[in-house]
């Protein structure tokens, strides 16, 4: 199974298949991703424990475990977790294409490209 570390946490990928990709992605406290978007991908955000802070197209809006967000091909969007406890969600890709290097970062707190 895959894993990685990132800067605001880390995640490991659960499925990848021609069609889509599972991932279970944990942020730590006081973390967030880069502001980005995709080309060639969608995507659909399951909170599994904490609260994730999701900023879609513009739009801020906190999401409790259970609930969904759906980042449609193309939107902007981040998600970061302000609070005390770790955040986890689980991140199903769904489209034509699934690598890392389809991130198109607006928005970084690490610098990355």
Same mark, same amino acid.
């Given at each position: 199974?895959?894993?990685?570390?990132r800067?605001?946490?880390?995640?490991?990928?659960?499925? =990848?298949?021609? *069609?889509?990709? #599972?991932?279970? %992605?944990?942020?730590?406290?006081?973390? !967030?991703?880069?502001?980005?978007?995709?080309?060639?991908?969608?995507?659909?955000?399951?909170?599994?424990?904490?609260?994730?802070?999701?900023?879609?197209?513009?739009?801020?809006? =906190?999401?409790? *475990?259970?609930? #969904?967000?759906? %980042?449609?091909l193309?939107?902007?969007? !981040?998600?970061?977790?302000?609070?005390?406890?770790?955040?986890?969600?689980?991140?199903?890709?769904h489209?034509?294409?699934?690598?890392?290097?389809?991130?198109?970062?607006?928005? =970084?707190?690490?610098?990355?490209?």
């Amino acid at each position: 199974m895959e894993h990685d570390i990132r800067p605001w946490g880390q995640y490991w990928v659960l499925e =990848d298949a021609d *069609t889509h990709k #599972v991932k279970r %992605i944990e942020v730590n406290p006081g973390g !967030r991703l880069s502001y980005q978007y995709h080309h060639k991908r969608a995507e659909v955000w399951t909170m599994v424990n904490g609260t994730g802070r999701i900023t879609l197209n513009g739009e801020i809006k =906190d999401y409790s *475990t259970g609930e #969904v967000a759906i %980042i449609p091909l193309g939107a902007k969007h !981040r998600i970061e977790n302000p609070f005390n406890e770790p955040l986890v969600f689980v991140e199903v890709q769904h489209g034509t294409y699934f690598g890392e290097d389809d991130i198109i970062r607006i928005e =970084d707190d690490y610098n990355r490209e």
